[in-house]
């Protein structure tokens, strides 16, 4: 008899959950993320994501039921249209910037200046609003001549000091920007519904309730960018330490996302700036270490379960990780000795990973299975360990991936 939709979601909810609480599911589970690889088995192109949304859906839909890990990593997807007409500085997608059969790119921005981290703490709503939104496009730049709302002075001349703001051409052309692009958001929320819907349809649970991300990361990601947050950790140390106190504050005060319908609520959560690549370990202690432990920690408290991926190199921290309650976390590792990873983290942390995307883009299907043979006898041993690629699927062959899948499927059974 087939399995219903729920059963079948429930059944792999339940496998991942009881990897990551440590207790031996019935086989090792395999999570993929698929990104843009709908597009590639398929033969259509990536823009179609952002400009063709009949066609992204049915890419998805026979792609997941040709693959069907226990949980699937979705590309985001927004309408095409809406981008162009915020044109943001962040980002270019396919069809615009980008070749419309590659993925998208993020491209970092310096959003807050070297002395403006207390312009931001002190109100961080009207900061975000006014500059760093006004940043983020020319087209929005017309936020920035709007006056500070809590400056403003009550009755009639508070009403007069706005209206004369939103009379200015740079402040109505940004109304009018957002307007626009509101109308083409508004059109695609049916289509966002329907594709999920048809995710949900096909059993599969959703990978995580919510995000979080370590405050390190948000400097040094969205907001200040890599150098700028570089050259503060020599010039300003402690207005970092300070300001990554204050956003995880921030964080903490937001509340937290309703569970699963079968009770689970995972937080997914990016560990980057965190790696070997990209700090020294004393920095990492100073910077880094402090609150990405404390925002771990709250979250494990409140009953939620972070699903971190560390991505480049975490190899020489992983002791770290022996600082979090036991099973309560998963660590998806990228160019981590997963190895050495199982070594240190056995029966304490559930470990994930990492097929290499190399691999899986010109390697054979023998070459694949070999591989995630190893790492299920090794990093599977005992349990604790969820099978997944090591990042981007995104130019694999359709047949490496589906071995992958399928051999986690066949040979990971736990006797």
């Known amino acids: 008899m087939e399995k219903s939709a729920r059963q079948l979601s429930k059944e792999r909810e339940t496998r991942i959950m009881d990897a990551i609480r440590l207790k031996m599911p019935d086989r090792v589970p395999v999570i993929s993320s698929m990104g843009y690889f709908p597009a590639k088995y398929t033969g259509i192109p990536c823009s179609a994501a952002y400009y063709d949304f009949d066609a992204w859906y049915a890419a998805y839909q026979k ?36 070749d419309p059969y590659q993925g998208h790119q993020s491209i970092e921005i310096d959003n807050l200046k070297a002395d403006e981290y207390d312009l931001y703490m002190s109100d961080p709503s009207d900061f975000m609003f006014r500059i760093f939104m006004s940043r983020t496009s ?11 709302l809590s400056d403003m002075a009550g009755g009639p001349m508070g009403i007069q000091a706005l209206a004369m703001a939103f009379a200015e051409p740079k402040v109505d052309k940004t109304i009018r920007t957002l307007q626009r692009a509101g109308k083409e958001m508004r059109k695609w929320r049916p289509k966002m519904t329907k594709f999920n819907k048809m995710v949900q349809d096909m059993g599969f649970p959703t990978y995580f309730q919510g995000a979080a991300m370590p405050p390190y990361d948000v400097i040094s990601h969205s907001m200040r960018g890599m150098s700028g947050t570089m050259m503060d950790m020599f010039r300003q140390p402690d ?71 560390f991505e480049g190199n975490f190899t020489s921290r992983l002791e770290y990780l022996l600082e979090f309650p036991k099973g309560k976390l998963l660590a998806r590792f990228d160019t981590t000795d997963i190895f050495k990873a199982k070594e240190i983290l056995k029966d304490h942390v559930c470990i994930e990973g990492n097929v290499p995307s190399s691999l899986l883009q010109v390697g054979t299907v023998q070459q694949v299975k070999d591989h995630c043979k190893k790492l299920i006898d090794i990093c599977g041993k005992g349990g604790g360990y969820i099978l997944s690629p090591r990042s981007s699927t995104d130019e694999v062959k359709p047949a490496n991936l589906k071995a992958m899948i399928e051999f986690t499927k066949e040979y990971g059974v736990y006797k």
């Open 138 to 148: 020319d087209n929005l730049a017309g936020l920035s001549m709007l006056p500070k």
């Open 63 to 98: 792609t997941l039921q040709d693959f069907q890990p226990d949980l699937i990593f979705q590309q985001g997807f927004m309408p095409g249209k809406a981008l162009e007409i915020l044109n943001p500085k962040q980002m270019r997608w396919p069809g615009h910037g980008i």
């Open 239 to 309: 207005k970092i330490i300070e300001t990554c106190e204050f956003i995880l504050k921030k964080t903490l005060e937001r509340p937290m996302p309703p569970p699963s319908e079968n009770g689970y609520t995972r937080i997914f959560m990016t560990n980057t700036r965190g790696s070997d690549d990209f700090m020294s370990m004393k920095q990492f202690r100073t910077f880094y270490w402090p609150t990405f432990k404390k925002l771990v920690m709250a979250l494990i408290e409140r009953g939620a379960t972070p699903c971190i991926f």
